[in-house]
């Protein structure tokens, strides 16, 4: 079945080093690939997406990159603030007909000032 | 803030019960989907309403049911609830049925005893 998955758990980063986030997917019939920032007490927010068709995609601060070959999504933080702390959420999102999102578990980003 | 809110933010209920959730999605959000959080774990996909219909539905079972008003404003009914039904119910909305990034409410914790 359908799945995404995250490689770990939680990451701890010195503030103002990059920070990298890794998700595994299974699903090669995404269309999009999706990264959610949830802070404690919050819904999820959305961050950036990525189409399948793309291999790279860049925000402010953030850069998306996707490798179809190894089903492989990453989340790119420069610079990273205390602000950042939280869980992300890859998410793959099938349309057919309707935005079904698939959310991986999450990973904890702790940021060390 | 989203602009998305829902009511109440927290509530205790009794295995067999019945409960209504309530979702005012974003000014102008046409798309409402609703996700249960449980503790530690990514937001699972209920359905998705779209113009009064349901337009989409993950894997829970029909004592999960839904409404949209035509306000696009939305309700999540579940019937003879269960103790694992204890979670965070999140309620998303989006601009258009076909939009990828979705504006989540800060959820309804529900717990049942």
């Known amino acids: 079945g359908e799945s995404v998955g995250l490689h770990l758990p939680t990451l701890s980063v010195q503030e103002g080093d990059n920070s990298i986030i890794n998700c595994a997917y299974s699903?090669?019939?995404?269309?999009?690939f999706i990264w959610y920032k949830q802070e404690s007490g919050k819904g999820p927010q959305f961050i950036i997406d990525?189409?399948?068709?793309?291999d790279k995609r860049q925000g402010q601060r953030v850069t998306v990159l996707l490798n179809k070959t190894v089903k492989h999504l990453s989340l790119q933080i420069a610079a990273t603030q205390p602000g950042d702390s939280a869980v992300y959420f890859c998410?793959?999102?099938?349309?057919?007909?309707?935005?079904?999102?698939?959310f991986g578990t999450g990973t904890k980003l702790q940021v060390i000032p | 803030e989203t602009g998305v809110t829902q009511s109440p933010t927290h509530l205790i209920k009794t295995r067999g019960q019945q409960v209504t959730l309530r979702c005012s999605s974003q000014s102008g959000h046409n798309t409402v989907s609703w996700y249960q959080q449980a503790l530690g774990q990514g937001p699972q996909f209920i359905f998705q309403?779209?113009?009064?219909?349901?337009?989409g539905r993950g894997n829970f079972p029909p004592r999960f049911s839904g409404l949209q008003f035509p306000n696009y404003s939305s309700e999540l009914n579940v019937n003879a609830l269960e103790l694992d039904d204890s979670a965070l119910y999140l309620c998303?909305?989006?601009?258009?049925?076909?939009?990828?990034?979705?504006?989540f409410g800060q959820g309804t914790r529900l717990t049942v005893v």
């Open positions: 998410a793959e999102n099938s349309s057919g007909g309707y935005q079904k999102v698939t």
């Open positions: 699903n090669s019939a995404s269309d999009y």
């Open positions: 990525i189409r399948s068709n793309m």
């Open positions: 998303a909305s989006s601009l258009r049925v076909t939009s990828t990034e979705a504006f």
């Open positions: 309403y779209y113009r009064e219909e349901e337009n």
